[in-house]
């Protein structure tokens, strides 16, 4: 009797060590300006335009190839290696703000457009 108690014992300690305790985790909450470029980048076209050219290829049947490429105003994204990224131009100045389509700057919440510039509101 008293081994089989000295087993319960044992396993009841063994399984109370495994209880779980709950973990809390902080969440980075983004910014306002984080948010409000992820809500740009969101709604910002692509950039990508596609024309279709002719294939070289030995069969004597001329095969057809669609090729995407950055439409006017936008520049290559050099960091996107595996995949086609245009990004928009803008020749204004953009501080402050982000360049949501050619030539089209958006400002940050608390910048407003002004003479070409992001200018504080405050």
């Known amino acids: 009797m008293l081994k089989k108690l000295n087993c319960f014992i044992v396993l009841c300690m063994c399984v109370g060590a495994a209880v779980a305790v709950p973990q809390f985790w902080k969440l980075n909450t983004p910014s306002e300006r984080e948010l409000f470029i992820m809500d740009v980048k969101t709604t910002m076209s692509a950039g990508i335009c596609y024309k279709q ?8 049947e001329v095969r057809m190839r669609t090729v995407s490429y950055c439409c006017p105003g936008y520049n290559r994204n050099r960091l996107a290696r595996h995949s086609l990224k245009c990004d928009p131009i803008c020749n204004d100045d953009c501080d402050n703000g982000i360049c949501a389509a050619p030539d089209v700057c958006e400002c940050f919440p ?7 510039r992001c ?3 405050y």
């Open 119 to 121: 200018a504080s509101i």
């Open 110 to 116: 608390g910048y407003i457009r002004e003479n070409g």
């Open 53 to 60: 050219v002719e294939a070289k290829v030995n069969d004597p």
